[in-house]
């Protein structure tokens, strides 16, 4: 009975790190981390002039959002969030945001009627933007939005970048992130230390802990077996040792 | 004279000249990069980290490989160990030796000793051979030191049940078998062996899975990061665990005392140390966020109860061994003495900085090269030499405390001294360990390393010394004849 037990015990312990470990994504966070971001020249809606990606990182560090406003998915609820987000912060004004069209049927008109969507094409934090460079501009973040001709949509990631006054990208958030998670890529592009790790991939299989962005929540992983391993073998090659001595005393 | 007495003898004393040798090569690493620091000499950051990757390693290994060797002469008291076994581990143990030096030097592998990943796949400078060929050399010393190992293992539990090797028996009162002190320090220490290699077997195997897979298999930092502190900073203790178990064996007997008995308070201290030594490691991975909180706190109890009950029963032992007694100082008796004091001393530099609110402060400064010098090299070391001393001339020369004996002596302490000193200042300002060069920022950092310069210079001096007088012993015992 005792056999079974320990038997049963030893599979459930291993089925629970083998559901752990069954979570892989596509997620990408961490490329491109400290790449330099392309200084791409802007149209920016409500002026005339063109600018630059550098002119304005090198004013105050830079949360970069990339959509496209024919967009019937993510694009909306995810600026909705970014700018309830923004509001919720005690201190929200050093930095500034800028959105980019990534789609090339976008103009001026239509990033405008997009910034008065949101009620901030007078707000000067926001710079709602268009640029003809823009397979430069998500190449050197790692964007790589998919055209699907039958639906006329781009299927796209929610993409916020954190860019730094060095036009460094300090911090990727990818989906709809909670005002803790834009916390710290405010934080990141001040160059102020956060905590990151590496999310689960099919060729991570041995993790210490795989992050579940659903649920935003750390799970124990197979890794951490891992790091008991040596003690266990240890354990059984002594026991090996004190049965071989026995039989051979005997 | 015995054959296999004699066979056991040669093998010891080759083993003491490769080691005394690979020493000195060190030392002068050591003090070129000590140089570089202080902008004596100038190396590119190259030959600065190929430098201290050997030195690391080379230290590290060699000063396991001492402590090895002297267990299993002494173990020939109690039990036989196998000939043939040491004599494979020296054979492997020089073979992984050269391909090391072969891997930094000509490869230019320069990741540190700690090789921590991935930088063994990074782009440091190195020949793309390097990787695979540093990791071959370490498979063949780990299966060389595990086949010992497990070998010493299995001689002591032939003789020893598992409850009399840990000394269990001692916990109640009238023990009906004594389990001798060396016994049990020895069995414990290579229980943390045989655990600290088999994680050394796991991070070469995963090292080796993400070189072939050609990116279709990762590791994860954390988790190569646990096991290499595993392996890496176990092996450090377990070889200062097993220059105590000669002490505990040789001390009393050099010193014309009473040989120390087992008693409950260090057969407790010693079963301790065996299970905590096991996952101190956890103090090394206090910065790394990821690690669950738990773990961050069994590494600092854990810290405290591996070092605190065997230091205290040690010096407890020694000291009521010398106090208020003739003793017969000898050097080895002397180096033993002062080769506890040196091991106290970077533990408590150790328990500081093992300690999580001091480690906020110390970690990656030069404190910690501090403390981990100050019980390998005024500690560990002593101990290694003593044996050595004890060993070379047991048969040869009779053990007296001359002058030369003395002046020795002396350089090597205030040598010691002087150059721990250099880094403990260091790192209580804050100087970060591990650069080649110090910004201009750090204006002491270039001072303390030409000071400690200076005083490792007159600490190599002491141990040219105690080279010379050790190994003409041990070529003599290498061509004696059985008859």
């Known amino acids: 009975m005792f056999r079974y037990f320990i038997c049963f015990f030893t599979l459930a312990c291993f089925s629970f790190f083998v559901y752990a470990n069954d979570n892989h994504s596509e997620l990408r966070e961490e490329q491109n981390i400290y790449g330099k971001i392309y200084n791409a020249p802007l149209h920016l809606s409500g002026s005339s002039k063109v600018t630059s990606v550098e002119s304005l990182y090198s004013r ?37 945001v800028l959105v980019v069209s990534f789609d090339p049927r976008d103009n001026l008109k239509d990033m405008t009627n997009l910034a008065k969507q949101y ?75 956060i905590p990151s790790y590496r999310l689960p991939t099919k060729s991570n299989i041995f993790s210490c802990f795989n992050y579940d962005p659903k649920t935003q929540t750390n799970r124990p992983g197979l890794g951490l077996l891992f790091v008991a391993l040596p003690a266990i073998i240890t354990f059984l090659i002594v026991i090996i040792i004190v049965i071989k001595s026995k039989r051979a005393a005997a | 004279m015995n054959i296999e007495s004699l066979k056991l003898k040669k093998i010891s004393a080759l083993w003491i000249i490769v080691i005394l040798v690979l020493f000195i090569a060190s030392i002068v690493l050591g003090i070129l990069m000590r140089l570089n620091q202080g902008k004596v000499i100038e190396q590119s950051p190259l030959t600065f980290y190929t430098n201290m990757t050997t030195h690391g390693l080379t230290m590290i290994g060699i000063w396991f490989a001492a402590g090895m060797v002297a267990v299993n002469y002494l173990l020939q008291r109690y039990v036989k160990t196998s000939y043939g076994v040491n004599l494979f581990a020296f054979i492997l143990t020089v073979i992984g030796v050269v391909m090391l030096w072969i891997t930094t030097y000509a490869g230019k592998f320069s990741t540190g000793w700690t090789f921590l990943y991935p930088l063994p796949f990074r782009d440091l400078g190195s020949e793309s051979w390097s990787t ?40 109640k009162s009238n023990a009906s078998v004594e389990t001798p002190p060396f016994i049990l320090i020895t069995t414990v220490t290579l229980i943390g062996v045989i655990a600290s290699l088999i994680a050394a077997v796991i991070v ?75 996952t101190a490691f956890f103090h090394h991975l206090y910065m790394d966020f990821v690690q669950p909180q738990a773990l961050q706190i069994v590494g600092q109890l854990a810290s405290y109860l591996a070092s605190i009950p065997s230091a ?172």
């Open chain 2, 312 to 483: 205290a029963v040690t010096v407890f032992s020694i000291v009521a061994a010398v106090y208020g007694v003739k003793v017969r100082w000898s050097i080895v008796n002397l180096l033993f003495f002062l080769g506890v004091a040196g091991w106290v001393i970077g533990g408590l530099g150790a328990v500081i900085d093992a300690t999580i609110s001091n480690n906020i402060m110390l970690h990656n400064t030069l404190w910690v090269p501090a403390h981990f010098h100050t019980y390998n090299a005024m500690g560990n070391v002593l101990f290694s030499l003593g044996f050595f001393y004890w060993f070379s001339t047991q048969y040869v020369d009779k053990l007296v405390l001359s002058k030369l004996t003395k002046y020795t002596l002396a350089l090597l302490i205030i040598g010691g001294i002087g150059f721990l000193m250099a880094f403990y200042v260091a790192g209580a300002n804050s100087i970060p360990r591990r650069y080649s060069t110090y910004p201009v920022e750090l204006t002491s950092g270039p001072y303390l390393a030409k000071v400690g310069a200076l005083f490792a210079s007159i600490y190599l001096i002491a141990i040219l010394i105690f080279f010379y007088n050790i190994a003409k012993r041990c070529f003599v015992i290498l061509s004696a004849s059985s008859r």
């Open chain 2, 132 to 171: 695979p060929l540093f990791l071959i050399s370490l498979t063949v010393l780990g299966v060389g030191w595990l086949v010992w190992s497990v070998s010493l293992m299995a001689q002591i539990l032939k003789k020893y049940t598992l409850s009399q090797a840990f000394a269990w028996q001692h916990f």
């Open chain 2, 204 to 278: 070469i195997i995963l090292y080796f899975a993400e070189y072939f897979s050609h990116g279709d298999f990762v590791n994860d930092a954390l988790l190569m990061k646990n096991l290499i502190y595993f392996f890496g900073h176990t092996i450090a203790n377990e070889m200062l665990y097993l220059g105590l178990a000669v002490i505990y064996e040789i001390f009393g007997e050099v010193s014309d005392r009473p040989k120390w008995k087992m008693t409950w308070y260090i057969s407790l201290a010693w079963n301790c140390a065996m299970i905590f030594i096991l």
């Open chain 1, 60 to 96: 105050k560090p830079l949360i970069v959002a990339l959509v496209f406003t024919r967009c019937y998915g993510i694009c909306n609820p995810y600026l909705l969030q970014l700018s309830e987000n923004i509001k919720q912060l005690q201190s929200n004004t050093d930095f500034n």
């Open chain 1, 119 to 193: 009620r901030l094409e007078n707000n000067r934090q926001w710079n709602f933007a268009t640029t003809d460079s823009i397979n430069e501009f998500i190449n050197s973040i790692g964007f790589n939005p998919k055209w699907d001709s039958i639906t006329q949509q781009f299927d796209h990631d929610a993409l916020l970048v954190g860019v730094n006054e060095k036009g460094l990208i300090t911090k990727n958030l990818l989906g709809i992130r909670t005002v803790d998670d834009l916390q710290l890529m405010i934080r990141s592009i001040h160059n102020v230390f």
